[in-house]
């Protein structure tokens, strides 16, 4: 895994908004600038859809399908285009997805009752690592990370 944070995509997300786009840059919570954000999200989910459909077809036998192998490449540059404009969404409500996105997973996990849980305090924290030295894998008994 990469050492991305949600830190260094949002500040390079808003370094490349203010030459690509320098009116949505500065007027970020106007409902034509979210509209647009939103719009862009969704655009990118829907080129997703499209890739995805395609290897289901190939899955199928059906014409117009495309090999798993041969779409994993646009599959990948398009959830990496999804992160990024989830992140130009979230920076119009100034939402910091690296708390929101651990708060909710916790809160989702104790909601259905279920045990895994992830650490809000980020990893190569001392609380991080306890978390994992507290918890040996169940495929890998005796591992510890
Ligand atoms: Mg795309």
């Not at 996990?109 to 895994?116: C, D």
């Not at 305090?121 to 609380?127: K, Q, W």
Request: with cysteine; net charge negative.
């Amino acid at each position: 895994m990469s050492d991305l944070t949600f830190e260094r995509l949002r500040r390079t997300n808003l370094e490349r908004s203010k030459v690509w786009d320098p009116t949505g840059a500065e007027d970020k919570t106007t409902e034509d600038e979210i509209d647009f954000r939103d719009l862009e999200l969704r655009g990118e989910q829907g080129e997703l859809a499209n890739k995805i459909k395609k290897v289901v077809r190939y899955i199928r036998d059906m014409p117009g399908g495309i090999a798993p192998d041969a779409a994993l490449p646009e599959i990948r540059d398009e959830l990496a285009d999804i992160i990024i404009c989830v992140d130009r969404v979230a920076d119009c409500f100034d939402i910091d997805l690296g708390k929101a996105v651990p708060e909710k997973f916790n809160k989702t996990s104790r909601e259905k009752g279920l045990t895994v849980f992830m650490d809000e305090a980020g990893p190569g924290t001392e609380a991080h690592q306890g978390l994992y030295r507290q918890r040996p894998s169940r495929a890998f008994p005796g591992y510890q990370p």
